[in-house]
């Protein structure tokens, strides 16, 4: 377009009724309405004879809807699943399938090998094997999810806000971070514990410290990537404060990898559990702690085999199932990592 | 013309890089009466965006760093003004478009929760009348209400924008900042959000802030238009009289690159060069080693703004100053 050569259509600028001078009759409002009308109900406009026919739209999936599509797919992912959820149902419905309590002693029929009484044999006070993993499963589930919640939690906030803000809060935040990186994780949970001193919530809070920095490593960089990204800049356009910026449009983008971590997380946090309560320094008993029971087991390796074989294969599913079940999501979360 | 809503005098902005100072925006003046809508000009990197992050108050910073000018806003300068009173302003009164509507939505939010949450921030209503507005807002933007339930990705381009224009406008703002908003969307959808942007400008009596580099939206709906090379307002006036009389050479250039449709060309004319490193920002006035009637001043002086005819300013030493004094 030339400057001498101008379209007249465009550059019409003459003055037009404004909406809130129309009464609902205008014939410029009707014009209007109809051509919404067109847009928003096809078929609908009245005394019209559009050929329109009103096509239902293909089903739409949410973002979730389709993780789940292919995590499905997945076959290891299913197994993992499977394992996890048997272990959910034995956790809830542990007082209906154990036939035994945990403590009931039978001093009488002690390190009894498998039998028809007791599928998985007796231990060393004469108490039921198969009762004492089933049981088991709820306290390592409770540790499992609790510490990891906890890493979560404070992980995350330390990761957006080092992230967010960056600068020397995040350095601050993150040197502290690779203190905690540098002693190696089941160290520094023996350390917490060993200060702490025994007990279930001792265990949590010493697994849960341990594995902070990951979660705010991981929340961090996502936070990182995240920030600068346009829908970010429109939400402090809408005038949005940082708080919310955070929590409604940085964390839920970066939900992904936490997920992931997160299950990958559990297994580790339980193995760890399992591991102090080996040494002495997580639950104690008589409460059934699967990684008790092998420690009590040690010393009766050679002549009673079942009480370490069961408890151990116990762990050992647990963690299997929920690795698969980690992996399968990392996958169905972001197909492109696989290759 | 009605009343001054806003009023950017001076205002200088730059970005503080290793490379060294990038001068973004340099005195730049402009003013927009209620209801008015100025187009602002210019290539990539001429500082455009910049401008507009400026009223708002989101220059990045650090780098950036506004220098030096006031905007005054309603008579308020928003320079002064504390972050959190900002914050009211953003999105209340004063909104903005950005350039591409694939980014900016939030893909884990419905699209009536994006819209609500203006509401929800600014006016006092509860969450579900918020959303009922919302969805008023979203069948002002021509998309079926029951659409809000969806997520971003399951719309188109075009339909994203009026997502984000709904958003703008659903508060009701005084000044709307539309920084390219038909960049990303090919011409038919362009034309259809721009005859939205205008129609719903007229309706909510918006003023408006119009970033591109397309002459031909500018024709289409601005009032007054601000020609920038790098950071600089080269030429301010009117849409008419800027179209019908284009005074400083790099204006011209633009309208020379436009092909003309009546004759037979067979190769575009555009500027001769490039637009020289930000930070090495030659001395004189910038387009100088561009520009095709440059003079021996031309390379050591910064030209200054001269008012040429009414509301028509230009800032190139051939239109001398003495000239035209009245």
């Not at chain 1, 009103?54 to 499977?82: C, D, F, Y």
Request: glycine fraction near 8%; aromatic fraction near 6%; charge should be neutral.
């Amino acid at each position: 377009m030339s400057p001498k050569n101008e379209n007249k259509d465009l550059m019409d600028r003459g003055k037009k009724p404004k909406a809130k001078d129309l009464t609902r009759d205008d014939a410029v409002v009707k014009n209007y309405q109809s051509q919404t009308e067109i847009h928003s109900r096809p078929g609908a406009v009245e005394g019209k004879d559009l050929d329109v026919r009103t096509i239902e739209p293909p089903k739409r999936k949410s973002q979730w809807a389709e993780v789940w599509k292919r995590l499905i797919k997945n076959k290891a992912a299913i197994a993992g699943m499977i394992v996890i959820v048997i272990l959910l149902l034995t956790a809830i419905f542990a007082d209906f399938i154990a036939p035994f309590h945990y403590e009931t002693q039978d001093l009488q029929n002690v390190r009894m090998a498998p039998n028809s009484d007791n599928w998985f044999g007796t231990d060393n006070f004469g108490r039921d094997i198969f009762s004492r993993v089933v049981y088991g499963s709820r306290i390592s589930i409770q540790v499992g999810f609790i510490a990891v919640g906890v890493a979560m939690i404070v992980g995350g906030i330390l990761g957006s806000v080092s992230g967010y803000y960056s600068g020397r809060i995040d350095n601050v935040i993150m040197r502290l971070m690779d203190v905690l990186l540098a002693i190696p994780g089941i160290l520094l949970a023996i350390a917490i514990a060993a200060a702490l001193g025994p007990g279930l919530v001792n265990v949590m809070i010493a697994v849960g410290i341990a594995s902070i920095p990951r979660y705010a490593r991981i929340v961090r960089a996502s936070v990182l990537s995240l920030r600068d990204q346009e829908f970010v800049e429109a939400a402090r356009a809408v005038g949005a404060n940082d708080f919310r910026i955070i929590t409604k449009y940085i964390l839920p983008n970066c939900m992904a990898p936490i997920i992931v971590q997160g299950t990958l997380g559990v297994a580790e946090a339980i193995l760890a559990a399992a591991g102090l309560s080996f040494i002495g320094l997580g639950i104690q008993p008589p409460i059934p702690e699967w990684g008790a029971m092998l420690s009590t087991a040690r010393i009766y390796l050679r002549d009673a085999w079942w009480m370490s074989i069961f408890p151990g294969l116990a762990i050992m599913f647990t963690i299997f199932g929920l690795n698969l079940l980690g992996d399968g999501l990392r996958d169905a979360l972001d197909p492109r990592l696989k290759g | 013309m009605a009343k001054d809503l806003l009023k950017v005098k001076d205002l200088s902005i730059q970005y503080n890089t290793d490379e060294g100072v990038v001068k973004a925006v340099d005195n730049m003046t402009f003013e927009i009466g209620v209801g008015e809508t100025i187009g602002i000009v210019g290539e990539t990197g001429a500082g455009k965006t910049t401008t507009a992050l400026g009223i708002m108050q989101l220059v990045p910073s650090p780098p950036g760093q506004i220098v030096q000018g006031e905007i005054f806003f309603k008579g308020e300068d928003l320079l002064k003004k504390k972050e959190e009173e900002m914050r009211k302003i953003r999105g209340n009164k004063i909104s903005m478009i950005f350039q591409d509507p694939m980014t900016s939505l939030n893909p884990v939010m419905t699209t009536e929760d994006q819209v609500a949450e203006v509401i929800l921030l600014h006016q006092e209503v509860s969450q579900k009348e918020a959303l009922e507005k919302a969805r008023d807002m979203i069948e002002t933007v021509g998309i079926p209400r029951e659409r809000g339930k969806e997520y971003p990705h399951q719309f188109s381009g075009g339909m994203r924008q009026r997502i984000v224009i709904a958003i703008a406008l659903s508060c009701n703002p005084e000044l709307l900042i539309a920084d390219e908003p038909t960049t990303a969307l090919d011409v038919t959808i362009q034309a259809q959000v721009l005859k939205l942007m205008k129609r719903l400008k007229d309706e909510f009596e918006t003023s408006m802030i119009m970033i591109t580099h397309d002459l031909g939206v500018v024709a289409n709906i601005c009032d007054k238009v601000a020609i920038m090379y790098t950071g600089y307002v080269v030429e301010y006036a009117k849409v008419r009289d800027l179209f019908e009389n284009p005074l400083h050479p790099y204006t011209q250039g633009l309208f020379g690159s436009i092909p003309n449709v009546e004759e037979d060309e067979k190769r575009l004319n555009p500027i001769k060069g490039l637009m020289p490193d930000p930070t090495e920002i030659p001395e004189g006035c910038p387009f100088n080693p561009r520009c095709p009637k440059a003079m021996d001043i031309c390379r050591k002086v910064l030209p200054d703004r001269v008012e040429v005819e009414e509301g028509h300013f230009v800032n190139c030493h051939l239109y001398p100053a003495e000239e035209y004094k009245k």
